[in-house]
């Protein structure tokens, strides 16, 4: 004795939402029910366990349905198989392509290929986030990196009409395409600090500045690569550090444009040979595309760390001079 | 040669990949109407070609245009070998046909294969230019319109209702031709959808010829279903009733203010009719154009009574009072419980079973040959009215004044002379619906065979006619002349069928039924007579109702229709009969069983709430005429059974009786079906029901008392938790001022489980719960213990929530323009050998347990009326059950609820009020026009605006997301419809909360087939169907919105038959649907476009009528 079919079709298709983010979540329909039963609706709506089982059943089919209009936002617009409200639709959109910032950083700047999605139970374990969740994440970042890689015009924009994704969640997907095409290290330890939030800023900070798109403003122009032409001049930067006068006023430019406006100024104007030497160096090997895989944890290694080093040794000799020194 | 079809093929979209290769689609479309075919060019490598095609021509015939859908076929070019079909469009021409609906359809339609479902849109546009010569179109039946609504449509006024018009056609079913063995499925489910279409459109178009033949221009409740007999054959049949509707527009309202002044000299004509018909005497005398004269002229009493054996007493022969023109249109539904069963039991033994193939007669709900002649009696009468009122056509106008006899023999004919005095409406204008008599059905038991002549389907037309001449008999049984809220239904099961009709027995006013043909100028001289919601006694009096008020006698509109229509001392089947609850002058039953609407007028108390019997018994397997034996011999136990469990279940909610009754019987191989829905209210004209009262057949230990005072205990509970519930609060005080004239009733009424009559032990019990009588339960055996349990697992409503399965819930009026239509299908395996109690429990719960689930899916909608649930069950397979379930859910605004709460006193005027203004609005609409521009400038326009308003202010501020946020998206919508898709609303319900309907556009009507051969891929059967379902919804979305619309109202899902094969990996489903589109503008939106849109209809109704 079983229900052997059960389906429910509205003319507006019902969606609910808690029960939305569940699938997306890649619960399963029992573990979903579990939660939904732990949530309290049963009481809220005299419903059984036998109800939500059935409900929960039937919105995951219809989000089993819709997944692969999802695939293509655009799509879910003009479709005529479900009929969903505008809001609804940019809901959906919104949840579906939401990432954990946990997961993105495992992947982060690595190649969007099979053989990272073989991987991804491994990540799925590190984050505790299901592997299907993981699976739809990381085809979310492929399917956004294969549709704006070709396209001309800018990253975020192309993402946005693409995918009708709200602004932010379109700036984070270009910055995690960015890193996906120039393969930026991300994963080593000295880098495990950082936040998406933090690697997010600064892709978008080389989008608008470093890519063939920020430099020429031609819309034809593509902001996935960087601009190898820029990249070559950048070499040129190490007169910067070769040439003593160049140095000279190179730090005189830096410091008068920084002085007061960091509370390690001294520090930095103390050590700027070093620092300059460090940036000059990272800038000078970016048109190699291994140093620039390496970008970031050469900022790490050659500036961050030796500052900070020096600002913790400068910092530790200052407080135990001030005490030794009695006038 | 009246017509020339043309089309054009504009692009397409979302195609699938046909070419894995290059993954993309070389698409090209034919398009083919009758035999002539067109193509496109090959639009290469695109998945969304643009082929912005020429006009392709066809000048085909009326007849064709009629029966035959226009097929697109869109394909994949293949070079090397044959062209892979990508899917098809059907489109239905119909709509452009009728100068009233659209004009163009022009927009994005599903590409449908019966395989893949929907694969991708195609852009087209289709025309029509019919040649502007009349004669010719009227001998096809275009321009004949449909309507699925079983009541006048919101835009239409009725001028003559002219009764039942009913075809059928049959044909094999292509899926059971020799050819299909070689064929592929597909080529099979499309032959079958092809074939299914054109039946159809033929059924159609002779419905609309016998329309035109009785003068009608209209169909309304049509109502066509598809009887899949297997290796039989095929047929499609059709019911519905014809009608003459006219546009309501501005040019009328001058009529409708000023009726005396612009009548036209053929109206002078017609009271001439009105008045010699009914007082022959007088006819001699010259018509007398005062109505006041004519009422006091025309002394009911005098021909009538003599006529009237002397029994025939109170009816309706009392003097009236002048009251008349207050309620000029006073129905009075004389309503009578439906017969008991236990009155029809013993019928059920007919002897003649056996014969061939025709099982016995099928059963009488109610047989007494004494009540048909007395009937016939006051049957007459009405007759009588309705003939003098319509002047029957020509020939009895010219007649001048004939004899009394003579005319009282056209008069009696008047209705006889239709062959079906039937109509499919369940809702009607005011004044139509006069006296109720209860519901009445029969069914028979026929075994199929092969249709060996097609285009003579005698067979089935001979016992659809046996079922119909059953239930017109019937209805003379309860002293009724004719059948309201008429349909019917089959239940097939290999070669055994089970044919029913069931309906309504009723008495009509005579204002808007006429015999005969009519000629064109008699009809144009009706016209302006019939504006049937404005009062004026014109229009009463010509239309002959002015009798009919006569004897109707001044009766609140509220409860006439309850008053019973037969004879008090020969009541055709027990029932107790007491004086009217409201008006105190007439008899009216205890209970009342119909299955049409509630009317709009009835004075209800508290509200109301669905109520279902349902029931399933095992059966032995059988073959052939045993297997039909079987079946009739369980039918009237099964029928019997249902009755018993409304009753009781209608009791424990205190209440008094079931509107929209429906009993469907499906059979099985090992197993029959039943299940009864309808919507159970109070009546407050109808005698409060008295408790349910248990009584224990073998007083034997403590223990058993105990138990059954536990019983009694909890049934009584739930008797008062319903009143509460249902806010059932009549007030007490009727019964001391009525007091004496009261006949005593006998003081309780018995309802015993099973035929075994023991009076003597239920007469030392007491029975009284309150001071009411009480129904008895008598627990003889285990059953009825089952019984009692049954009847208290029904679990109520969640809060928040009604349900009904009627157009409208009484009580409440205040609906947002949030709704929700679905549809739920479940299946439910049985184990083997369960017993009767067993089953019957599973079935219970199963339709229970969907019911909460729709609660709980639709929760964030509350406080939320879940309307015209209608439930449909078949056995698919041995040990399979289905449920299918369409309803819409609709909001409506609490606050305002409890305030009508508070004033339920004249909660009922208030409604008639409102209703009424319903009725009257383009009155309103018209004033404003005439007198000036805003439509607000009447007060009752405002005071509605106004309320619309606020509730949809509310429903905006409202927690629940859902509502709110499809109120968003409607406005959202229409702000950037450039680019996405149209909403189109779907409704079961003839009207759309909130809006206005301004066009009708047609009726849809369509089959679809789908099939799979990849079941487990599809997601299994669920999600097979489930995608089935959304596919047939955005179809006839789709199609909707290409003919200009924005909803389909009386939508329904008529067929959903669903076959699978697991082992094989295979499922197939058919479905059936039909609605009619609308174009609908939000109240709120015509305050500021209703100038716009007024002269705009005007105007197109006004092209419309010169055709």
Redesign the interface.
């Known amino acids: 004795m079983s229900v052997e079919l059960d389906v429910f079709v509205g003319n507006t298709t019902i969606m609910d939402k808690e029960v939305y983010q569940l699938w997306l979540n890649g619960y399963t329909v029992n573990d979903a029910v579990k939660v939904r039963i732990e949530g309290g609706v049963m009481e809220e709506c005299e419903a059984s366990a036998e109800v939500l089982l059935s409900d929960t059943m039937d919105q995951y089919r219809t989000f089993q349905m819709c997944e692969r209009l999802l695939h293509h936002p655009a799509k879910l617009a003009n479709q005529l198989l479900f009929q969903i409200p505008p809001d609804r639709q940019a809901m959906l959109i919104e949840r579906y392509y939401a990432f954990d910032d946990s997961f993105v950083r495992e992947v982060l700047g690595k190649k969007l290929s099979k053989g990272t999605k073989k991987d991804l139970d491994d990540v799925s374990t590190k984050t505790g986030i299901t592997l299907k969740s993981c699976r739809r994440q990381f085809d979310n970042f492929k399917r956004v990196f294969k549709v704006v890689e070709e396209l001309k015009g800018p990253l975020v924009e192309n993402i946005r009409q693409h995918f009708l994704l709200p602004d932010q969640l379109a700036r984070d997907y270009a910055a995690i395409v960015f890193f996906a095409n120039n393969r930026f290290e991300t994963g080593k330890k000295k880098l495990h600090y950082l936040t998406f939030q933090d690697f997010a800023f600064c892709a978008g900070q080389l989008i608008n500045n470093w890519t063939l798109g920020a430099v020429d403003n031609i819309m034809e122009d593509m902001d996935v690569d960087l601009d190898k032409e820029f990249l070559q001049e950048l070499k040129d930067l190490k007169i910067l550090i070769t040439d003593k006068d160049l140095l000279d006023q190179h730090k005189s430019l830096v410091c008068t444009a920084l002085r007061g406006k960091t509370n390690v100024f001294n520090e930095m104007e103390a050590n700027f040979k070093n620092l300059s030497r460090g940036l000059v160096n990272i800038a000078a090997k970016l048109i190699n595309a291994k140093d620039v895989r390496d970008f970031f944890i050469d900022l790490v290694e050659k500036f961050i760390e030796p500052f900070s080093l020096c600002l913790l040794y400068m910092g530790v000799i200052k407080s135990c001079i001030l005490r030794m020194y009695h006038d | 040669m009246p017509g020339k079809l043309k089309a054009k093929i504009v692009a397409g979209?979302?195609l699938p990949v046909m070419d894995r290769a290059s993954d993309l689609t070389d698409a090209f479309v034919e398009v083919k109407f009758g035999n002539t075919t067109f193509k496109t060019d090959v639009y290469p490598k695109s998945l969304n070609p643009q082929w912005n095609s020429e006009w392709f021509k066809f000048e085909v015939d009326d007849e064709d245009l009629q029966d035959e859908p226009l097929q697109i076929t869109v394909l994949d070019h293949d070079t090397y070998s044959a062209n892979d079909a990508i899917g098809k469009v059907y489109i239905d021409i119909d709509p452009l046909l009728c100068s009233e609906a659209a004009t163009v359809i022009s927009g994005?339609l599903?590409i449908y294969d019966t395989i893949h479902g929907?694969r991708g849109?195609i852009n087209v546009l289709v025309k029509v230019d019919l040649f502007n010569d009349l004669n010719r179109f009227r001998q096809s039946s275009c321009g004949v319109k449909f309507f699925c609504t079983t009541s006048i449509p919101r835009c239409y006024r009725a001028i003559m209702v002219h009764g039942f018009v009913e075809e059928l056609v049959v044909n094999e079913d292509p899926e059971y031709q020799w050819i299909d063995r070689i064929r592929t499925p597909r080529a099979s489910n499309e032959a079958r959808q092809r074939l299914i279409f054109l039946m159809s459109g033929e059924l159609q178009r002779k419905i609309g010829l016998k329309v035109l033949e009785m003068g009608g221009n209209a169909v309304v409740g049509y109502l066509q279903c598809f009887d899949l007999e297997g290796e039989s054959g095929l047929v499609v049949r059709a019911i519905g009733t014809a009608c003459t509707l006219e546009k309501i527009s501005s040019t009328l309202p001058a009529t409708a203010t000023h009726p005396s002044n612009s009548s036209p000299s053929k109206d002078m004509k017609e009271p001439g009719f009105g008045e010699e018909a009914p007082g022959v005497p007088l006819s001699s005398g010259p018509p007398t154009p005062l109505r006041a004269q004519t009422f006091s002229s025309f002394s009911p009493s005098k021909s009538y009574s003599r006529q009237s054996s002397s029994s025939d007493t109170e009816l309706s022969l009392t003097p009236k009072t002048v009251g008349i023109f207050l309620f000029p249109s006073t129905p009075a539904l004389e309503s009578e419980s439906s017969p008991l069963p236990s009155a029809h039991l013993p019928h059920h033994l007919w002897p003649g079973m056996a014969s061939r193939s025709t099982t016995p007669p099928p059963l009488r709900l109610s047989q007494s040959d004494t009540a048909i002649l007395r009937k016939s009696v006051s049957f007459s009468e009405e007759l009588l009215l309705a003939a003098s009122g319509m002047g029957s056509g020509g020939s009895a106008g010219k007649e001048g004044g004939p004899l009394k006899a003579l005319l009282r023999q056209q008069t009696q004919s008047a209705l006889e002379q239709r062959e079906y005095p039937f109509f499919t409406l369940a809702a009607f204008p005011p004044g139509f619906l006069l006296h109720v008599g209860g519901v009445v059905s029969a069914r028979s038991v026929k075994l199929l065979d092969r249709i060996h002549n097609p285009d003579e389907p005698e067979t089935r037309d001979a016992w659809w006619e046996e079922i119909r001449q059953e239930i017109k008999s019937h209805a003379k049984a309860l002293g009724c002349h004719a059948v309201v809220g008429y349909s019917e239904s089959t239940s097939i099961c290999e070669e055994v069928c089970i044919l029913s009709a069931s309906g309504t027995a009723a008495i009509l006013s005579s204002r808007f039924m006429q015999d005969g043909p009519l000629d064109t100028e008699h009809r144009l001289s009706r016209q302006p007579l019939c504006v049937f919601s404005t009062g004026s006694e014109r229009v009463e009096g010509d239309m002959g109702s002015s009798a009919s008020l006569g004897f109707e006698e001044v009766v609140s509109p509220g409860c006439g229709f309850c008053h019973i229509p037969y004879d008090e001392l020969n009541i055709p089947f027990p029932a107790q009969l007491t004086y009217c609850y409201c008006c105190r002058r007439y008899k009216v039953p205890d209970v009342l069983f119909t299955t049409i609407d509630l009317p709009t007028e009835a004075n209800v108390t508290g509200k109301g709430c669905l109520i279902q019997a349902r029931l399933c018994r095992t059966k032995k397997k059988a073959q052939g005429e045993g297997n039909a034996t079987v079946i009739s011999n369980l039918l009237p136990f099964l029928e019997y059974e249902l009755h018993t469990q409304l009753m009781n279940k209608l009791k424990l909610r205190g209440m008094n009786a079931l509107f929209g009754l429906r009993i469907q019987i499906s059979v099985g191989e090992t197993m029959l079906l039943g299940l009864a829905s309808a919507t159970g209210v109070y009546l407050t004209a109808l005698p409060s029901p008295g408790g349910i009262q248990i009584a224990g057949k073998t007083p034997s230990d403590i223990t058993y008392e105990q138990h059954i005072s536990n019983m009694q205990k909890k049934i009584n509970d739930t008797i008062a938790k319903n009143k509460e519930l249902y806010e059932i609060n009549p007030p007490e005080v009727v019964e001391e001022i009525i007091g004496s004239p009261i006949p005593e009733p006998r003081q309780r009424s018995r309802l015993f489980r099973s035929q075994s009559e023991s009076s003597d032990e239920v007469s030392e019990l007491d029975l009284s719960h309150g001071k009411k009588d009480a129904f008895v339960l008598e627990i003889d055996d285990t059953d009825a213990v089952e019984d009692i349990h049954a009847l208290l697992t029904d679990s109520p409503t969640?809060?928040g929530f009604y349900s009904c399965n009627t157009e409208i819930m009484p009580g409440i009026q205040n609906w947002t323009s949030a709704i929700?239509?679905?549809?739920?299908?479940?299946?439910?395996?049985?184990?083997a050998n369960l017993t009767n109690q067993g089953l019957n429990k599973?079935f219970s719960d199963l339709c229970e347990?969907l019911l909460?689930?729709?609660?709980?899916?639709?929760?964030s909608m509350v406080p939320c009326c879940l309307c015209h649930l209608n439930f449909t069950v078949a056995i698919p397979e041995d040990e399979?059950i289905?449920v299918a379930v369409t309803a819409v859910a609709m909001s409506f605004d609490k606050e305002q609820l409890l305030e009508n709460g508070k004033q339920s006193g004249e909660k009922t005027l208030i409604k008639a009020i409102t209703e009424n203004d319903e009725q009257l609005q383009f009155n309103l609409e018209l004033n404003a026009e005439t007198s000036a521009p805003n439509p607000l400038s009447s007060p009752k326009g405002l005071s509605e605006v106004g309320s619309h308003l606020s509730a949809r202010a509310s429903s905006m501020e409202k927690a629940s997301?859902?509502p709110e946020?499809?109120s968003?998206?409607?406005r959202?919508?229409r702000s950037y419809s450039g680019?996405?898709?149209a909403?189109?609303?779907?409704t079961p319900l003839s009207f759309i909360p909130g809006a206005k309907i301004i066009k009708y556009l047609g009726i849809i009507n369509m089959f679809f087939i789908r099939e799979t051969t990849s079941l487990r891929e599809e997601?299994g059967?669920?999600?097979f169907?489930?995608?089935f379902?959304?596919?047939v919804?955005?179809m006839v979305?789709?199609h909707v919105a290409a003919l200009g619309g924005n909803a389909v109202v009386s939508y329904s899902m008529k067929e959903c038959v669903?076959m699978e094969n697991p082992n094989k990996n295979q499922a197939q489903c058919l479905i059936n649907v039909s609605g009619d589109a609308v174009m609908f503008v939000r109240e709120s939106e015509l305050e500021s476009t209703s100038v716009q849109t007024q002269s705009a209809t005007t105007h197109t109704s006004n092209g419309a009528e010169g055709t």
């Open positions: 979209r979302h994005w599903p929907i849109e969640p809060a929700q239509m679905f549809t739920s299908v479940r299946v439910f395996r049985l184990n599973i347990n909460k689930s729709l609660y709980f899916k639709l929760r399979l289905q997301p859902l946020g499809r968003r998206s409607l959202s919508n680019s996405s898709v909403v189109v609303k779907m997601g059967v669920s999600g169907l489930h995608t379902i959304a596919e919804f955005a979305r789709a669903f």
